[in-house]
């Protein structure tokens, strides 16, 4: 079986956002959260947000945006969502004592 990850939470993404604009370096952001390094290099890549039409100012890395983009794009790809018929489909299997393994 393989190794058991966890998405980083709200709370983890603020102090990342703390810590990228207090300059803290990328490991010691990874040792705190007990995360590894990769992961937050990771985090700040994918969602790091510039703009050229706006001053620099705005330029970095936002906690609160990349949490509702992922909230969102974990919601929608979830299979039984997208597909309703065949979410019905599964429920009357389960209701008549079917069990998913």
């Known amino acids: 079986m393989g190794t058991i990850y966890s998405q ?20 010691t952001m990874a040792r705190v959260l007990g995360r590894h390094k990769s992961t937050i290099f990771s985090e700040i890549k994918r969602n790091f947000w510039a703009d050229d039409s706006l001053p620099n100012k705005y330029v970095g890395y936002f906690g ?3 949490h509702q983009c992922t909230q969102q794009r974990r919601s929608t790809q979830r299979k039984l969502i997208r597909h ?3 979410c019905k489909r599964v429920i009357d299997r389960i209701k008549q004592g079917w ?3």
């Open 8 to 27: 980083l939470s709200m709370q983890e993404r603020r102090r990342i956002e703390g810590w990228w604009l207090a300059k803290v370096p990328v490991a």
């Open 64 to 66: 609160m945006a990349p």
């Open 84 to 86: 309703p018929d065949l």
């Open 99 to 101: 069990t998913p393994e």
